[in-house]
């Protein structure tokens, strides 16, 4: 069983790494969230009862646990409405330029709208959104327009 | 930057690719950055306490206090040790409902109950210390500094346990409020 979950996560590791710079401002605590989301993966494995995609079930997994665990504190933020192009002062220097960009924007949103777009950005369907998020159909279509709405407007 | 690229940065954004040697790592309680020092944490505070309870009768004259103490001790460290227990296994089982809703709102109520035993236990359990080591007993200056230092200190460790679930509870309504405006 651990073999076979091992490959899984393998696999479809790039889901939780998404999550985690979502979720998460700094590289210590995006680990800490790594960690934390492939020891729940494995206590829930056994569970997994193939009724849903992996990928489903992993993201269900991954956001519940990075919104429902713990984090220290974190210093104020200040808001600002555009993103100054060459300011992205929690990323890294490793990282795309574009990429810390959208992760910044994207940890602009409430914790309810990150789960919602990043499961748009997924393909997923509407009705795949709402079983996971325990919305409805309806509001997930609404909550995407806005959240696209308030996006264009961070990042122009 | 428009929603075309950021979907295609999404699509492209990825980082250091791990291990399978480093995700089975991940995979064992011990090396989880806080349920494993969580863990060594209440065993030890469950072993000293049960260690106290098994030779308190002997050592603290409990044959010369009223049954009724006895009973109040016994019953408040019993409480106090379940409600630490239940703390760490809702730290291990953050993950609470089959969707993220539903999750939050368990995990909250769960918290709330938490919050309200822990300071409960604390607080009955440190008096029936207290009054068990007190009563009977020729109170002298010295006794008296010792008992208000007891006190003291119940107070300190009643008001950090509570603030500590409070802070908790408090991320998580939070976020449970956005996601209950966002499912309404």
Redo the contacts between chains.
């Keep these: 069983m ?1 073999k076979a ?3 899984m ?2 696999e479809h ?2 889901i939780i ?2 999550v985690c ?1 979502m979720y998460r401002d700094t590289r210590e605590d995006q680990e ?1 969230l ?3 989301i ?3 993966l ?3 494995f056994p569970s997994f009862r193939n009724e849903s995609k992996i990928s489903t079930w992993m993201y ?2 991954a ?3 990075s ?5 220290k ?1 974190s210093l104020p933020l200040d808001f600002h409405e555009n993103i100054p192009e060459a300011f992205h002062p929690r990323e890294v220097e490793d990282i ?1 330029e ?2 810390a ?3 910044e ?1 994207l940890r602009s949103l ?4 990150r ?2 777009i990043s499961l748009y ?2 393909d997923y369907s509407y009705r795949e959104i709402a ?6 159909e309806n ?1 997930v279509g609404v ?1 995407i327009n806005r959240i ?1 709405t308030k ?2 407007s961070i ?2 | ?3 075309n ?3 295609s ?7 250091r ?2 291990s ?1 040697s480093e ?2 790592w ?2 064992r ?1 011990k ?5 494993g020092r969580a863990k060594v944490k209440l065993i030890i505070e469950t072993i000293l306490l049960v260690a106290f309870l098994s030779v308190y009768y002997d050592i603290l004259d409990g044959g010369n206090k009223p049954l009724w103490l006895n009973y109040t001790l016994i019953i408040s460290m019993l409480l106090f040790i379940g409600n630490n227990i239940s703390g760490y296994l809702t ?1 291990l ?12 709102k368990n ?1 909250k109520l769960k918290l709330r109950r938490l919050l309200i035993l822990s300071v409960v236990s604390s607080f009955v359990f440190g008096v029936a210390l207290l009054l068990f080591l007190s009563l009977n007993v020729h109170l002298t200056p010295k006794k008296y500094a010792l008992l208000a230092g007891m006190i003291l200190t119940l107070g300190i460790m009643t008001y950090l346990s509570y603030k500590t679930w409070l ?2 509870m408090n ?2 309504h ?2 449970a409020m ?2 209950s ?4």
Aim: glycine share 4%.
């Design positions: 651990e979950f091992l490959k996560v393998d590791q790039r790494y998404q710079r800490d790594f960690q934390e492939v020891f729940q494995w206590k829930s269900r997994i956001l519940s646990t919104i429902a665990t713990f984090r504190k795309p574009n990429e960009r959208m992760y924007a409430d914790t309810a709208e789960a919602i950005l997924e079983e996971i998020t325990g919305f409805s509001n909550k696209k996006l264009k990042l122009n | 930057m428009d929603l690229e950021l979907k940065t999404w699509d492209q954004s990825g980082g690719k791990k399978q995700l089975q991940m995979t309680i090396n989880h950055p806080k349920l730290l089982n953050p993950v609470q409902g089959d969707n993220i809703t539903t999750s939050l995990l802070s908790r991320q998580i939070q976020s956005e996601f405006e966002a499912a309404a």
